[in-house]
């Protein structure tokens, strides 16, 4: 079965920095990609951060340059680095894992739980 673990979270003033981190288990054989999502109340689920298990990553515009995200193929583990945190970054985030292949030979997508982040003064 597999299981996404998210980790850090919280409160921080504006400005301010979290780190996000995501672990992926269960007999996992290999991740395509893994990224990080966020809902904020009354908006739809948005893609903040991708990267694919060879490097490459994508970025929603608005945390370019203030976000960072990087894997660990080899731990299937993803962590987001949100610096210069603003109000409108407050949302749910949700560690998503993509083309997941299990040693039972089965691809699937999974989701986090979801992580609370809030930037208030």
């Known amino acids: 079965q597999v299981q996404l673990v998210e980790s850090g979270g919280g409160l921080v003033q504006p400005g301010g920095s979290l780190r996000l981190s995501c672990a992926a288990s269960?007999?996992?054989?290999?991740?395509?990609?893994m990224g990080w999502y966020r809902q904020a109340p009354g908006n739809q689920r948005e893609l903040v951060a991708l990267?694919?298990?060879?490097?490459?990553?994508n970025y929603e515009d608005s945390v370019k340059g203030r976000f960072t995200i990087s894997m660990d193929v080899a731990k299937n583990t993803v962590t987001l680095q949100m610096n210069n945190l603003q109000p409108e970054d407050t949302a749910v985030y949700y560690c998503?894992?993509?083309?997941?292949?299990?040693?039972?030979?089965?691809?699937?997508?999974?989701w986090g739980q979801g992580l609370q982040v809030t930037v208030s003064s």
């Open positions: 990267i694919t298990s060879g490097g490459s990553t």
């Open positions: 998503h894992a993509e083309g997941v292949l299990t040693i039972a030979f089965r691809r699937d997508n999974y």
């Open positions: 269960g007999g996992i054989f290999s991740i395509d990609a």
